[in-house]
Structure formats: structure tokens, C-alpha cells
């Protein structure tokens, strides 16, 4: 590099960084000054405090209900309602889901690939699983819509008709 180029690029930081701290120091003051003017005495809540009945909350909390966040959190594990004509549809194909995964399991051949396999075979789409052979969560698009989801071990076959979960898929996120 040339020293007029090490020169004009010193120059430049040297006046990005003066106009950085002029905004900073701006900002700190003009804030201050703004709330000392305003007059209307009330604090703004700088934090979220969870609302205890008989319990008086200092000015700078806003309360909140943490059971009500907690259930609101949780909310996209929830299942879409699916209409009558699709759980119908997806209900005639159930059988043959459900003697096709009972196969798998009493072969002993319960693996995350044998059930995507024979999920797909069975005409299900987006198949996902999760777990293994002492456990595996499944998860299919069904034909109708709506998810065909349930889980197969070695010992036994769960399985369920019901519509999309709310965060998208029919495997809810763990």
C-alpha cells in the first residue's frame, strides 16, 4: 500500500469514528434531556416481571402472566383442525398403514429407512421419523391432507389421523 493511500484511509476512519461518538454522545444526552422535559412523571417499564396476585410490582416492570406465556410458548406444537372429508379420506387408507407398520415391527425390522420406505409404499408423502427401534416417531402427509403420525417399536403400533401442526409438518419439533 502507498502511504497516500495509508493517509487517506487514517483521514476516513478518523472521521467515521468522530461521527460515530457525536452520534453516541448525542444520543446519550438528547435522552436524558427528553425525559427530564417531558413531565409526565411516569417511568417507561424497562423489564417484564411475572404478575403475583397481592403483590405490587415496581413502576419499571410490566407484568405479565408467565402461565399464559408458557401455554402461548407451546402453542405450535397444536394441530390444525382437518376437515371431515379429509380425515375420512386419510381413515380408509389407515388400515393398510397400520398392517403395513405392524409388519415392520413383528419382522423386527423397525429402523428409521424401513418406516420411511413403507410409509412412502403405503402412498405418503414428506415422511419424517425420529428415534430408533425401541422408539421412532413417525410423521407423513396423508392423501387427503393432514398428517398420518404415531410412533412404532418393537413392541407396538400407535398411529393417528390429524391435521398439520401449527409450526408446519405432521412431526412436532422436539
Request: hydrophobic share 40%; glycine share 14%; net charge negative.
Amino acid at each position: 500500500m502507498t502511504r497516500h493511500r495509508r493517509s487517506a484511509d487514517a483521514a476516513v476512519l478518523a472521521v467515521v469514528l468522530g461521527c460515530v461518538m457525536t452520534a453516541v454522545a448525542g444520543c446519550a444526552g438528547g435522552g436524558e434531556d427528553v425525559a427530564g422535559r417531558s413531565g409526565e412523571g411516569s417511568p417507561t417499564p424497562t423489564a417484564a416481571c411475572p404478575a403475583v396476585p397481592g403483590v405490587e410490582l415496581p413502576p419499571e416492570c410490566a407484568p405479565y402472566d408467565p402461565d399464559a406465556a408458557m401455554a402461548a410458548n407451546d402453542g405450535y406444537r397444536e394441530r390444525m383442525p382437518l376437515s371431515d372429508d379429509a380425515v375420512a379420506a386419510n381413515r380408509e387408507l389407515l388400515p393398510e398403514v397400520v398392517v403395513a407398520l405392524d409388519s415392520l415391527r413383528s419382522d423386527g425390522a423397525v429402523t428409521p429407512e424401513s418406516v420411511v420406505a413403507t410409509l412412502r409404499e403405503a402412498g405418503l408423502t414428506d415422511v419424517q421419523t425420529r428415534g430408533d427401534a425401541s422408539g421412532l416417531l413417525f410423521g407423513a402427509m396423508g392423501v387427503a391432507g393432514g398428517c398420518f403420525y404415531g410412533e412404532i417399536s418393537l413392541q407396538t403400533v400407535q398411529i393417528e389421523v390429524g391435521g398439520l401442526i401449527l409450526d408446519g409438518g405432521c412431526l412436532p419439533a422436539q
